[in-house]
Structures are given as C-alpha cells and as structure tokens.
C-alpha cells in the first residue's frame, strides 16, 4: 500500500481541457512535492508546499495544499500535449525516519 | 554544468553477478539517494548519504551497498543481482533529507 495516494492512476484528456490529480494521506504532509517524469526520464521539480492552504502556479499549473495538510491537488489550465507525463507527489511525513515518500504516480496524456 | 548524472543508463546483467551503477553531481550537495522505481510500487528509497563517508539504509535496502568517499560520487553496488532487482533506478541528490531532490535521468537495468 502507499503511504501517499495519488488519483487518477492515469488520464487521457483532449488538448485545451482542464485537469486535476489528486495526492492524499492519512498522515500529516510537512512538505509536499510535485515532480513531473517524461517517459523515460528523470523526475523534474515542479512545485513545493509547506503551509497548510497554501498555493503556488507556475505556467499554468497550480498546485494547492489543504488547511489539514494531508491532500494536495495539482491543476493544470488549458492543457497542452507538452504536460503529458508522469506526475508524482512526495512528501516528508516525519515519520519514516524523515524519509520522503512518493505517490505511484499519475500518467497524463494530452491528445491534439 | 551536467548536474546530476547517471551511467550505464541501460544494462542487462545475469542473475548473481556484481553490478555497480553510477552517479555523479556537480552542485556539492550534501545529501544524495537512490531509488528504485517499478510498476505499482512509486519511487522507493534504497539509501541515501549525507555526506562523504556517511550512508544510511532507507525502505529498501537488502541486497545493496552504497559508498560515498567523494561529495560527488554515489555509486550503488548489487553484490550479487536478483531478477526482483530489475528495475529503474534514480539518484537524486539536495541540500537536506527531506528537501527538494533533483534527480538523474535513471539506469534501467535488467537481471536475466
């Protein structure tokens, strides 16, 4: 089972349309990461959220962290086939020995 | 101005011989990990270092040795390779355990 819960475990969305992926635990989030990975390739930082409500944009990509700080939701606007990937959240948990922990992982593809 | 690299980034090895995977940084982090990645599981941690001569276990250690005598250098031994250690591994590397970590581009390595 995985401490962090990511859905959907995939998507398929037509080009322009909005998208939201979910990660949620039952553990407090002390930090929350998102990282986007190309098919294939390393994982890339996207965003990083520490404060409960808190809300950060890059492009047209939003993330957002609950009040409780055990979900977060990635948004993306007007999607385009160069946001197609893998999306993974990590997270530090302060448990686990500080060790960061990651999602599955949601699989987005953009269809022109 | 690489960043974090990884080598070999594919290798097919047999069942019981030794393999070492390499990575390399170039923004004297202190931390450095390695992770496997594999269907169903996410990212999971193997071990990390905080610094030169400093390793440490994470979730999934068994079957594996890390050294770490230069800042730089991560490399990551499979004394003896198991089919259940084919998988995609990432190093990663930042400025504290539970921090943003930038990632290689992976070694896929396959255990026939």
């Known amino acids: 089972s995985q401490e962090l819960e990511q859905s959907p475990q995939s998507l398929i969305v037509q080009e322009g349309k909005n998208l939201t992926i979910n990660c949620t635990s039952s553990?407090?989030?002390?930090?929350l990461y998102w990282y986007k990975q190309k098919y294939g390739e390393g994982l890339i930082f996207l965003m990083m959220?520490?404060?409960?409500?808190e809300e950060k944009s890059h492009e047209k990509i939003t993330a957002k962290l609950d009040e409780k700080k055990q979900q977060s939701s990635l948004h993306i606007t007007a999607s385009q086939p160069s946001h197609a990937g893998i999306y993974l959240c990590g997270a530090d948990m302060r448990v686990y020995n500080n060790d960061m922990r990651f999602g599955a992982g949601t699989r987005l593809t953009v269809k022109p | 101005d690489a960043g974090i690299t990884q080598s070999p980034r594919y290798k097919i090895t047999e069942t019981g011989r030794q393999v070492t995977l390499m990575c390399h940084q170039t923004w004297s982090h202190s931390y450095m990990f390695w992770y496997r990645q594999d269907l169903g599981h996410g990212l999971r941690l193997i071990y990390y270092?905080?610094?030169?001569?400093?390793?440490d276990k994470g979730e999934v250690p068994d079957g594996y040795v890390v050294s770490r005598s230069k800042t730089e250098n991560f490399p990551l031994t499979l004394e003896s390779a198991t089919r259940s250690q084919t998988s995609v591994y990432f190093c990663?590397?930042?400025?504290?355990?539970?921090?943003?970590?930038?990632f290689g581009p992976g070694t896929r390595l396959t255990v026939l």
């Open positions: 990663a590397s930042g400025l504290a355990r539970a921090d943003t970590q930038y």
């Open positions: 270092s905080a610094a030169a001569d400093i390793t």
């Open positions: 553990k407090t989030l002390y930090g």
């Open positions: 959220l520490q404060k409960g409500g």
